[in-house]
């Protein structure tokens, strides 16, 4: 980043209050918004690099969602997540994974339950808790 654009560049909080007005889910709904030629030139393409030691903590922060990164979260054991994962699909009515995870993706799957159950815990069996 030049030095020029560095002294022109939007101040962390405003750049965040800007990028969550757009109501936007994440990095890759972001960059495709950079690339669209609506961003503003004063707020940088890569926040993360750019506002790093300047109030950076994440992705879910600078754009409000309420997400929790995956590394972050603390995933229920199997057998929890089982009884759990059943009693959410019957009263959502969901039957396939496609369903499962665009219940995920619209905040209706609790952050306790993974997006994709059978990539974490067929590959992770003995998975330990966090």
Known sequence: MSRKFRSKMRLFKDARKFARS???KGAKEW???CTSGKKP???PTNPHQS???KGWTNYNDFFGTKRIANQN???LELK???VKARKIAKEL???SEKQWKEAYEAGKIPDDLPQSP???YVSNPKRKKK
């Open 22 to 24: 757009l109501k936007l």
């Open 73 to 75: 979260r603390k995933i």
């Open 118 to 120: 059978y990539q974490v």
């Open 41 to 43: 030139e004063d707020i």
């Open 93 to 95: 009515g969901i039957t």
């Open 80 to 82: 929890e997540a089982k």
């Open 31 to 33: 960059y495709a918004y």
């Open 51 to 53: 506002y790093k030691n």
